[in-house]
Every structure is written in C-alpha cells, then in structure tokens.
C-alpha cells in the first residue's frame, strides 16, 4: 500500500539522522576524555563555556537538509547569545545518561523536555517550567486496525503491551496506570528504537502500542495519519532544564534568563515553529 511505503521511506530517513546523531555526538565531544570539574554560574562565566547536553529528535535537536534545527537547538543558541558565552552541545537521547552525565560532571545543563516528579527532584534542581505537556497512547485508527477501535479507557489497558524507548519516562506513569487499574500493562522496553521510530512502527503495523509526550504526538500524527493520539495517559506535566543541586547561582540565572526571554517575540516564534 502507497501509505506503507511511505512509512518505510519514514524509517530509512530516520536510520539515516541516527547515523548523523552518532557523527554529531562524537564531533561535539571533541577531544574531551576526563570529566569536567564541577562549576556554578561564575566559573562558567570565567570560562566563557558551558556544557549542555540535549536529546536528538524533532523536539530538541535534528537534522534538516544541511541545517540543524530543534526548539532545544534555538533555545540554547538564544541562550548562548545572550550570556555571551561558548555553548558545547552534546547529543545523547537516554534521559538517564543526561542525568548521570550531570552528576558526572560531563555537563552543565540538561536541555531537554523533562517531566518533573519527586523522584527526580530529590537528585536535580530543575528551572522553571519551559513547556507544558502530557503522555499520550499512541495506536492505529479503527480504519488502519482491522476495523479495531482505539483504547479509549485506561481499563482496556489491562494485559495490553506497550512499547517504549529504553529509560523512557513513560515507564513509570504506565507502572502507576497499572497499580491505579488493578491489572498488569505488559511494558517492553526497545534498547534500539527511540520514541519516534516507535510511534513508526505503530503506524506501519509493527507493534500496536506506543506512548509519547501529546507535543510530539501531534506533531507525527501530521506525518502519519494512520495513528491516533486522543487516549490521555497522564495529566499535564511541568517539563523543565535540569542542573546540579550544586549549581545554585546557575539555576537562579537560568530563571531569570527565562522569564525574560518567555516573555519576547523571538520565543513565541520559537515555540510556534515546533510546537
């Protein structure tokens, strides 16, 4: 069918950025081999750098023709214009080495749409809300599923399978949803395949379920319009940056940094170019 060849043209472009992602992420390393010291917002001002980690995929950073684009990618690039400063940007799409790399001391800043809960607070200091969101089930339409209609009730999900990235944030709504239903949701977790691909393979028939934050739901549904991203999983999150609990003077900077730049045109053009 024409719409399953486009999924697979979808999927070779898609394996073709990956590659890129590994070729930009060693490039963006540079020569760097030890941990970087740690450093609040004065250090890093005398250094004239700051080290920020970020997520490859249409949301943060990506690949387009010979460009690079993201919202992440501009907010960070405004970011470094203002303080005036050097910004050394590395790719790394598990959230969970973003944040070990942190506490490593590898980075400075984690930019990236966090969902912000206990657990994570408890570890990192996070800045002010950047965007709102919530999690969406993503599934094929009745007209693309053999005439099955979506999951609409959370009950449903009982001994259903849901596919997610490794790490994902998801994992630990879909382990609450399972507890709040009395019921097991089979998770499987992909150590290859990142959100996007997943929700790729849900709209070429590969696997069934998938879960993705509504922004970059809607967004794909634009591209596939075999899926379906009505079904709430989760209520809506605050999503922020996320520094050391050590690096006061760089989190209070990076507040003040946004509600200032919030509050211009050159955001909402910003945001309304991604989302």
Request: net charge negative; aromatic share 8%; glycine share 4%.
């Amino acid at each position: 069918m024409q719409y399953r060849k486009r999924l697979y043209l979808y999927l070779l472009l898609l394996i073709v950025a990956v590659v890129v992602m590994i070729l930009l992420r060693a490039g963006m390393k540079g020569s760097r081999s030890t941990p970087l010291q740690p450093h609040d917002y004065n250090e890093i001002m005398a250094s004239g750098e700051l080290n920020v980690v970020t997520d490859y995929n249409s949301i943060g950073l990506y690949v387009s023709g010979d460009t690079l684009q993201g919202f992440q990618r501009e907010m960070i690039l405004a970011l470094e214009k203002e303080w005036g400063i050097k910004v050394n940007l590395f790719l790394e799409n598990s959230l969970d080495e973003n944040l070990t790399g942190l506490l490593a001391m590898r980075y400075d800043l984690v930019a990236r749409n966090i969902p912000v809960n206990v657990q994570l607070k408890d570890t990192f200091a996070f800045t002010r809300p950047i965007t709102l969101n919530k999690q969406v089930l993503v599934q094929r339409k009745q007209e693309y599923n053999d005439s099955v209609a979506p999951v609409r009730q959370h009950l449903d999900l009982a001994g259903r399978t849901i596919h997610v990235a490794g790490d994902s944030p998801a994992i630990l709504r879909l382990n609450n949803l399972s507890h709040e239903i009395g019921d097991t949701i089979f998770i499987v977790e992909d150590p290859t395949y990142e959100t996007e691909q997943l929700v790729m393979m849900v709209a070429s028939g590969d696997i069934d379920l998938t879960v993705c934050d509504e922004k970059m739901a809607i967004r794909l549904a634009k591209l596939f319009p075999e899926i379906d991203v009505e079904t709430d999983i989760s209520f809506t999150q605050l999503e922020s940056w996320a520094v050391r609990k050590d690096s006061p003077v760089l989190l209070d900077s990076l507040d003040s940094w946004l509600d200032r730049f919030k509050a211009t045109a050159a955001f909402k053009r910003v945001y309304e170019k991604y989302y």
